[in-house]
């Protein structure tokens, strides 16, 4: 068995987890600790072939290069993380219901998105270090926001500046100030400080606050 169960869980929400080997775990596991310890560019497959108990040359077997190992791991850490409207259990816990208020609305999605972020965090810590120094990352990323993410957000904004909630400011700066507090509030909580003496809900309830002080009519 695994000895880290939440990358096999990563793997089977982003519908993969049958395709790979007990000794493919092991490298996947051993490369997110790796990376999020020391960075992408400051490890070398040896050390992760040691801290996996396996030869360099089995990583070689299964990845062709040190990048298709990366994006093994960022690509489904990549959907259900940054672009989580691809998330089924996303779409089906947030999306799918109905909120009374823009508010309501953003508590469902800082709950979801913490929850997530805190459980995967080795991965999704890889994820942010290396999404600028990658352009395929980056591509996909913005490749997925435009086709699925946008459209989505835009849809719901509308609607609450159409009940008169939200002040008629344009739909692309409600969603960008409504991702950058989020992004901000998890950044802060799991990469920055982590060791700080948070209290996550009370924050969360001020990032919120201050956000729809804003963007109230």
């Known amino acids: 068995m695994s000895e880290h169960p939440w990358i096999q869980e990563l793997l089977q929400i982003g519908g993969k987890e049958g395709q790979f080997s007990e000794k493919q775990l092991k490298i996947l596991e051993a490369a997110v600790e790796m990376f999020a310890e020391k960075g992408y560019a400051a490890t070398s497959t040896s050390e992760i072939a040691k801290k996996a108990g396996v030869a360099e040359g089995t990583i070689f077997r299964h990845y062709k290069t040190k990048k298709d190992l990366l994006l093994a791991i960022v690509t489904?850490?990549?959907?259900?993380?940054?672009?989580?409207?691809?998330?089924?259990?996303?779409?089906?816990?947030?999306?799918?219901?109905?909120?009374?208020?823009?508010?309501?609305?953003?508590?469902?999605?800082?709950?979801?998105?913490?929850?997530?972020?805190?459980?995967?965090?080795?991965?999704?810590?890889?994820?942010?270090?290396?999404?600028?120094?990658?352009?395929?990352?980056?591509?996909?990323?913005?490749?997925?926001?435009?086709?699925?993410?946008?459209?989505k957000f835009a849809r719901i904004v509308r609607h609450f500046q159409e009940k008169g909630e939200l002040a008629e400011l344009p739909v692309d700066s409600v969603i960008r100030l409504t991702i950058t507090s989020l992004a901000g509030f998890l950044a802060a909580r799991f990469l920055l400080l982590p060791d700080h003496n948070w209290d996550d809900e009370a924050e969360m309830e001020r990032t919120i606050h201050v956000l729809m002080n804003g963007l109230r009519r």
């Open 76 to 151: 489904p850490t990549l959907f259900q993380s940054v672009a989580p409207f691809l998330a089924k259990e996303f779409v089906r816990e947030v999306f799918d219901n109905e909120y009374e208020t823009y508010e309501q609305f953003l508590r469902a999605v800082f709950s979801n998105r913490y929850a997530f972020v805190k459980k995967y965090l080795p991965a999704i810590r890889v994820l942010w270090q290396e999404l600028a120094f990658h352009s395929e990352i980056k591509q996909c990323f913005q490749r997925v926001f435009t086709e699925h993410v946008y459209p």
